[in-house]
Structure formats: structure tokens, C-alpha cells
């Protein structure tokens, strides 16, 4: 287990402002949940991340449970080389998958600016 490093603190914070459910009828965050849960980055720690080369994955524990909502936020990577997945469990940022949506592997994580959303 590790705290998240920089970059994923700020991709994170990103799709937590701008992603959209990925079901059109999903359950939507309010702007005050996205900023509860952004506030509570820094306790964010990485448990797992995905050794397949092809994707970025990564689980996340120890942010404190305030909300009572589960959704799945996405965007897109510019492009459309990728998919990215943002898993809220139970009020809580669990799951960050970045998947490739063609044949090239997703290497690196995602700079913000070219954020789809
Ligand atoms: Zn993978």
C-alpha cells in the first residue's frame, strides 16, 4: 500500500469535478459531494494496481465513507485511445480504471488536459 502520488491525486480531482455517470441514468454526485470527496484526497491510499501491462487499474482505500452514494463516473481519453472508469462505492473513491479502447496499451496516466468528458 502507498499514498497516491501527484498525478493521480490530480486526474482524480479532475474527473471528481468534471465526470459524468456512466450510465445516463446513474446516480449523479452533487457539486458539494464531488467537493467532499476531492477535500478527502489526501487520505487516499493505492491498495492494489494492475500488473496486465495493458491498463492502468488502480484500488484505493482509506478515505472515510461521509457519503451515501455509488456510481461509476467516465470520460474519455482525447482521441478516443481510452476509456477511463472512476468507481464511488459507498461514498468513498475505490477504483480508477483506465482501459485502452483499441489495440495500443495505456502506458502512462493521462494528463487532465486531455480529459474527455
Ligand atoms: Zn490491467
Redesign the pocket.
Known sequence: MRAINSDERQLLESLLVSAQPLSKDGPNLTTQERRALINSLHSLDVETS????????LSFTGQRRALDITTVLSAEVEGGSALILLHIIDGAVRELEIAPTGNLPVSALPNPDVLIF
Open positions: 494492475c500488473t496486465c501491462h495493458t491498463c492502468i487499474s
